[in-house]
């Protein structure tokens, strides 16, 4: 069946620093990946997407790659803040627009 | 704005009530998707519908049952309540033509507990 994983341990950065999350899956070929960003209490808020044929995508501090012959999946954000603190999930779309979660990275923000 | 929204933040209900948790998007979308999320477990699919009276099951949707009468309103019915049935219920939609990104838009979520 599909799986997908994230580092579901906490990770701790120093601010001004760059993270760097991990997504791994397996049984599965999507076509399109993406992160969302989730705080606490509330519903995860769309960040990215990439395409099966994108290597890269950028959005402002935000980095994607994506490796389908590795079938990974790096998410980095540049010069963190404190509020970039959150927790993110990486998601492949399949039909339907029906998606697949991992269970997420909690990233803290260290002033 | 997309808006999503969910009729209630928490809610208590008893071992063997029927539950209703309502969700209403106003973009138009026709997809509408109800997950459940824990800790450790993540977000896992219960159903979810691809436009009106249309339903497909997704991982895990033994318990529950869902309504799509019309094209905005996407309901989950929790026939018989139990405890593991506690958890936060999430609600999204995304559109067919729109959104060359596929994304989801989420509900603020409702906190059920079920004792």
């Known amino acids: 069946s599909q799986k997908i994983e994230q580092n579901s341990e906490a990770l701790n950065i120093q601010e001004g620093k760059t993270a760097t999350l991990t997504c791994n899956y397996t049984?599965?070929?999507?076509?399109?990946l993406q992160w969302y960003r989730q705080d606490p209490g509330r519903g995860p808020v769309f960040l990215l997407l990439?395409?099966?044929?994108?290597k890269e995508k950028r959005k402002e501090r935000l980095k994607v790659t994506f490796d389908t012959t590795l079938k990974q999946s790096l998410f980095h954000i540049t010069a963190s803040q404190p509020a970039d603190s959150a927790t993110y999930l990486c998601?492949?779309?399949?039909?339907?627009?029906?998606?697949?979660f991992g269970i997420g990275t909690k990233l803290q923000v260290i002033p | 704005d997309v808006k999503v929204t969910q009729s209630s933040r928490y809610l208590v209900k008893r071992t063997g009530e029927k539950v209703f948790l309502e969700c209403v998007q106003d973009?138009?979308?026709?997809?509408m998707f109800w997950y459940r999320q824990d800790p450790g477990l993540g977000l896992r699919l219960i159903y979810f519908?691809?436009?009106?009276?249309?339903?497909e099951k997704g991982d895990i949707p033994e318990g529950y049952s869902v309504s799509r009468e019309k094209k905005e309103r996407f309901s989950l019915i929790l026939e018989s309540a139990s405890t593991n049935q506690t958890s936060m219920y999430l609600c999204?939609?995304?559109?067919?033509?729109?959104?060359?990104?596929?994304?989801?838009?989420f509900g603020p979520g409702t906190r059920l507990t079920v004792t």
């Open positions: 998601a492949l779309v399949g039909g339907y627009q029906k998606v697949t």
């Open positions: 049984n599965y070929s999507p076509a399109y």
């Open positions: 990439i395409r099966e044929n994108e």
């Open positions: 973009m138009d979308h026709e997809n």
């Open positions: 519908s691809y436009d009106v009276k249309m339903k």
């Open positions: 999204a939609s995304v559109g067919w033509t729109e959104s060359p990104s596929y994304e989801q838009y």
